[in-house]
C-alpha cells in the first residue's frame, strides 16, 4: 500500500490526537514533539502506532531524528515508497488510540530482545493489556 506524503502527515496527526486526547486540528504539524506534549511514554504508544499502521519496525529514537510530523512523514513516505508529490488516498486509516497488543508474553519477549521493540514500547503495551 503506496501512502502519499500529505496523507502520511494526516494520518499521523489523527494518531497523535487520538493518544493526546486532542483535536487533530489542533496539532501544528511542523511543532517539535516536545512542544505538542509528547514525553518517552506518549512516544513508545505513538512509534507502536505508527509501526502498526505503516507496517514498519521502528524504536522510538526515530522521534529524535525526525523531531516533527511533517520531518517524520517525509521519512514515512521514502521509507513505503510513496512519493512526496502526489495525491492522497481517497480516505486515510481511522486512527486507533489503542496499539497491538500481543496475546502471548513470549511474543512481547522476544520482540523486544530481537531488538524490534524498545523496552518502553513494550511497557507500553502491557500497560495496554491490563
Same mark, same amino acid.
Do not use: K, W
Given at each position: 500500500m503506496t501512502i502519499? %506524503?500529505?496523507?502520511?502527515? !494526516?494520518?499521523?496527526?489523527?494518531?497523535? /490526537?487520538?493518544?493526546?486526547?486532542? @483535536?487533530? %486540528? @489542533?496539532?501544528?504539524?511542523?511543532? /517539535?514533539?516536545?512542544?505538542?506534549?509528547?514525553?518517552?511514554?506518549?512516544?513508545?504508544?505513538?512509534? /507502536?502506532?505508527?509501526? %502498526?499502521?505503516?507496517?514498519?519496525? !521502528?524504536?522510538?529514537v526515530l522521534l529524535y531524528e525526525y523531531p516533527d510530523l511533517t520531518e517524520l512523514a517525509a521519512y514515512i513516505a521514502a521509507r513505503t515508497g510513496a512519493s512526496p508529490h502526489g495525491a492522497p488516498p481517497a480516505r486515510a486509516p481511522e486512527p486507533d488510540s489503542r496499539p497491538a497488543v500481543p496475546d502471548d508474553l513470549d511474543v512481547l519477549l522476544d520482540a523486544v530482545r530481537d531488538d524490534r521493540i524498545?523496552? @518502553?514500547?513494550?511497557?507500553?503495551?502491557?500497560?495496554? %493489556?491490563?
Amino acid at each position: 500500500m503506496t501512502i502519499e %506524503r500529505p496523507a502520511v502527515v !494526516e494520518v499521523l496527526r489523527e494518531q497523535l /490526537a487520538a493518544i493526546l486526547g486532542c @483535536d487533530a %486540528r @489542533d496539532i501544528d504539524a511542523t511543532a /517539535a514533539f516536545n512542544v505538542l506534549g509528547m514525553d518517552s511514554m506518549v512516544g513508545a504508544e505513538f512509534i /507502536a502506532t505508527v509501526n %502498526r499502521v505503516f507496517g514498519m519496525q !521502528e524504536r522510538s529514537v526515530l522521534l529524535y531524528e525526525y523531531p516533527d510530523l511533517t520531518e517524520l512523514a517525509a521519512y514515512i513516505a521514502a521509507r513505503t515508497g510513496a512519493s512526496p508529490h502526489g495525491a492522497p488516498p481517497a480516505r486515510a486509516p481511522e486512527p486507533d488510540s489503542r496499539p497491538a497488543v500481543p496475546d502471548d508474553l513470549d511474543v512481547l519477549l522476544d520482540a523486544v530482545r530481537d531488538d524490534r521493540i524498545s523496552v @518502553d514500547e513494550a511497557l507500553v503495551l502491557l500497560a495496554r %493489556r491490563g
